[in-house]
């Protein structure tokens, strides 16, 4: 297999992507967005891959793929666990859906009114934080026995969460360390923190 290319933006959710593709023994070549692009670190015009403009973008085996849920989905395909693709693809989508879109996206949107974000945090997160440490008490990863990419998706969005300065259970919170302890996370967090940098000199 020719390695994947995964457009990405350093700690964005395309981390998620990046944690996935490396669980699974593959080391894609990344293109770095430089601040919310659409400028590439390398040269180019992100618009002219993806016209959304939005992260994680892969191009896999000559095709691309946008838009994280079938990103992390198509990631899935190439190997680790077999979980009930309904089941992983639910959590998926609660994850882009109650957490990224609803929570995060407006938390470190600048031009969010303080009001929207105040009622975010109030009113908004602390049942999707409930439902997720309620649903961990009765197993160690979202699906089961092993990390899914469903866990990939979480483990980026508890870490934005904890920017919020947002207390999570500790069930969550030990999830949250296992998944940190995986053998793939410091390589990773080490890859996106170089990268952060770098985009920042540009």
Same mark, same amino acid.
Request: hydrophobic share 45%; with cysteine; net charge neutral.
């Given at each position: 297999?020719?390695?994947?290319v995964l ?5 964005g959710?395309s981390?998620?992507?990046h ?9 894609p070549?990344?293109?770095w ?7 590439l670190?390398?040269g180019?015009?992100?618009?002219e891959?993806?016209?959304k403009?939005k992260?994680? %973008?892969?191009? /896999? ?5 946008t838009?994280?849920v079938a *990103? @992390?989905?198509?990631?899935?395909e190439? $190997?680790?666990p077999?979980y009930?693709?309904l089941?992983? %693809?639910q959590? /998926?989508t609660?994850v882009?859906t109650?957490?990224h879109k609803? *929570? @995060? ?5 600048? $031009?969010?009114?303080?009001?929207t ?7 908004l997160l602390?049942p ?7 649903? @961990? ?5 979202l ?8 866990d ?8 934005m969460?904890r920017f919020?300065?947002?207390?999570v259970?500790?069930?969550?919170q ?5 998944l940190?302890?995986?053998?793939v996370?410091?390589?990773v ?9 770098r985009?920042?000199?540009a």
């Amino acid at each position: 297999m020719t390695p994947p290319v995964l457009y990405a933006m350093p700690f964005g959710c395309s981390m998620a992507v990046h944690l996935a593709l490396r669980q699974r023994g593959i080391t894609p070549r990344i293109r770095w967005l430089v601040g919310r692009g659409p400028r590439l670190l390398d040269g180019g015009d992100f618009r002219e891959v993806n016209p959304k403009g939005k992260v994680a %973008a892969l191009l /896999l085996d000559g095709r691309l793929i946008t838009e994280n849920v079938a *990103v @992390l989905l198509a990631v899935a395909e190439l $190997g680790g666990p077999r979980y009930d693709r309904l089941a992983e %693809a639910q959590w /998926l989508t609660f994850v882009a859906t109650e957490l990224h879109k609803q *929570v @995060l996206y407006p938390s470190f949107d600048p $031009g969010a009114p303080p009001q929207t974000r105040d009622d975010v945090l109030k009113r908004l997160l602390p049942p999707v934080l409930s439902h997720v440490e309620d649903h @961990l008490g009765e197993r160690p990863y979202l699906l089961g026995e092993e990390p899914s990419v469903a866990d990939d998706y979480l483990y980026w969005a508890l870490l934005m969460v904890r920017f919020l300065r947002v207390a999570v259970g500790p069930t969550t919170q030990s999830y949250s360390k296992r998944l940190h302890l995986r053998e793939v996370t410091a390589p990773v967090m080490a890859i996106e923190e170089e990268a952060r940098q770098r985009v920042a000199e540009a």
